[in-house]
Each structure stands twice: as C-alpha cells, then as structure tokens.
C-alpha cells in the first residue's frame, strides 16, 4: 500500500524558534497533500491544503504566515511553524492522496513541543 | 450550522461481539464517506470509503452502511477481537465543493475487552 512518512516524529524547540516538518510520499506522487493537527481527545483539524507547484490553500482561521507549506515536488511537502510558541504545541500529521475521490494516506505524525 | 458526530462516549464490548459505531452529520452534502483507525500516538489508516449512491459496502470483517436520507453511517466489526482496540473516525469527502477535503467526527474509542 501507500506509504508516507514524516520527520522528525518528535521535537522539542524553544518558543520563538522556527521548526520545519518533512512530508513524504515514499511509493507514490501525491498530487495532493494536506496537514493537520490534533489536539488530545480531540479530532483531526485541517491546517491546509497543498498542491505540488502552487500555493496551499489555508483553512479559515489558520494563519499563513505562521504555518508555512511548501510542496516543491510530488513526493515532497514540507510544514514550518515560525516563530513557535507553547500554543502551537500540538500531534501535526500530514496525508497524501492520489486525487479525489481517493482515500487518504497518513504519515505518522509529528509531536511538537513548544517550552 | 455544519455538524459531524459520533458516538460521543467510549464503546466497550466483549471480544466476539459485533461493535456498531455511529455517524451522524447535518448541512453536508458528502459525495463520499471514509473511515479510518487511529491508534494513539499515530495517524489514522484508511479502512473503507463508501459513495453517496451504495447503501453498504464490506471489507472482511467490516461493514459500512450509508443512509443519505437519515444523514448517517454505520460502522460495524463483527467478531471483534482486542486488537481492534482503538479509535475510529468517520470523515466526509466533499469532492464536489472542497477537492476532495475531509472533514473529521471526533471519533469513537472503542475497547474490546478478551
């Protein structure tokens, strides 16, 4: 099946620092990315839609400038939380789909930790 | 305003027994459903997508029905066993007006006990 991985699977930075996250396809291209982010107990919110050589498309309410998306290949995606601080403390995992209407495949998530 | 619910408290049954989890949406108009696995700490795995016009659709132990009319769907695991301890969470694909964005229920745990 469809493999996508993440890194790093945890990180730990100092708040105001700025931390990127890795999305990869690893068997197939994406033409589609998405990452979210997960609260405990909570379910999946959807930060952003990316599309390989254009701009993602920000969920409303998710600021553009703090979550940085890059999708510069189809196999590669990549989340930079800028200027990190404790609230930005959260489970990010990214998924990749062939198109719609197909299912979505899941890295493993990253654990951010904002001190 | 837009909703999507499931089972809202933790589902515990004996192993062997059929776990039935509920999904229930308003204001939506989903051109698929999909449900996946959450294990803690991990991202969810996809188990099986239904269309807006199929009324069940199995997958080995697995059942997916999808009642556009009552704007619900049930998810059932027949002889379940402890390993299929985890979370489950429904997802509606919109496709026709978000390219194929989900937007997740919150889940259900469900524990099955040996």
């Known amino acids: 099946g469809a493999v996508v991985s993440q890194h790093p699977s945890w990180v730990i930075c100092k708040s105001g620092t700025s931390v990127k996250i890795e999305c990869r396809s690893l068997?197939?291209?994406?033409?589609?990315m998405f990452w979210y982010r997960q609260f405990p107990k909570q379910s999946l919110m959807l930060m952003a839609t990316s599309n390989e050589g254009s701009k993602a498309t920000y969920e409303q309410g998710v600021e553009k400038d703090k979550f940085l998306i890059n999708h510069a290949s189809l196999t590669l995606s990549t989340l930079t939380v800028t200027s990190a601080h404790p609230e930005d403390s959260s489970f990010y995992i990214c998924s990749a789909s062939l198109g719609a209407p197909y299912e979505q495949y899941f890295g493993p998530g990253t654990r951010l930790t904002v001190t | 305003s837009q909703k999507i619910e499931q089972n809202s408290e933790a589902l515990n049954i004996q192993e062997g027994k059929t776990a039935t989890l509920t999904c229930n949406y308003t204001?939506?108009?989903?051109?698929?459903l999909q449900w996946y696995r959450q294990d803690p700490g991990r991202g969810p795995v996809f188990l099986l997508l239904?269309?807006?016009?199929?009324k069940e659709k199995r997958k080995e132990r697995l059942k997916v029905t999808f009642d556009t009319t009552l704007k619900q769907s049930l998810f059932h695991i027949t002889a379940s066993q402890p390993a299929d301890s985890a979370t489950y969470l429904c997802a509606l694909d919109l496709l026709y007006n978000q390219g194929g964005k989900l937007i997740f229920g919150q889940g259900t745990e469900l524990s099955v006990k040996p």
């Open positions: 239904i269309r807006e016009n199929e």
């Open positions: 068997d197939f291209q994406a033409t589609t």
């Open positions: 204001n939506y108009s989903p051109a698929y």
